[in-house]
């Protein structure tokens, strides 16, 4: 087949695979998790039911490759805002605020913790979840380093810190909440 013939049909199987996706988690928003056929997303992303199989096997399999995709956008936004700000405190303090405010954010669209739970066995989102620790762990570093962060607590286990109390960020009501939670967590790492 001839190069731009597979990069078409490459291109539009991408354009499904997305509409699938995107028409998922909507209808999982309006009706929630356990409502939601694959009739009903098929209706709603104007394919066929047998068309919407050849994608996906079922409803979990089709909110896993959702998550997955929200993930890896997540990580790599993390990583835009470690590379954009300035000192390693400021560094740190956009990362975590941007990752409660991410957690916040599903919550307010419906995505509360059975979604979570089930979304959060992937294999994918533990890769995910590795490298975000990671850039946090070295962020942290640094922050020590500069003086921004106590050091009488190994960043590894700062990093493992954060990441579990922003994650109750899914709970809050509001950004503002969220950014009360990112000053505690702040406020636990500072050097005494």
Known sequence: MPKLWNETIEAHRRTVHDAILDATVELVGER?????TMSQIAEKTGI???????????????????HGRMVAGHVEHLAQVKERE??????LEAMLETYALMHQR????????????LLHRSEDVGRAQRRLHEMLRDTL???VRAGDVRDDVPAD???TFCLHALRAAVELSSEAAARRLVALTLAGLRAN
């Open 141 to 143: 570093a640094d922050a």
């Open 106 to 117: 599903m919550a307010r669209h419906g995505f509360g913790g059975d979604l979570v739970a």
């Open 157 to 159: 286990e700062l990093a």
């Open 48 to 66: 066929g039911r047998a068309t919407l199989y050849k994608y996906f096997p079922d409803v979990e399999a089709i909110l896993l490759a959702w």
């Open 86 to 91: 300035g000192d390693a405190g400021r560094r």
């Open 32 to 36: 929630g998790l356990l409502s939601v």
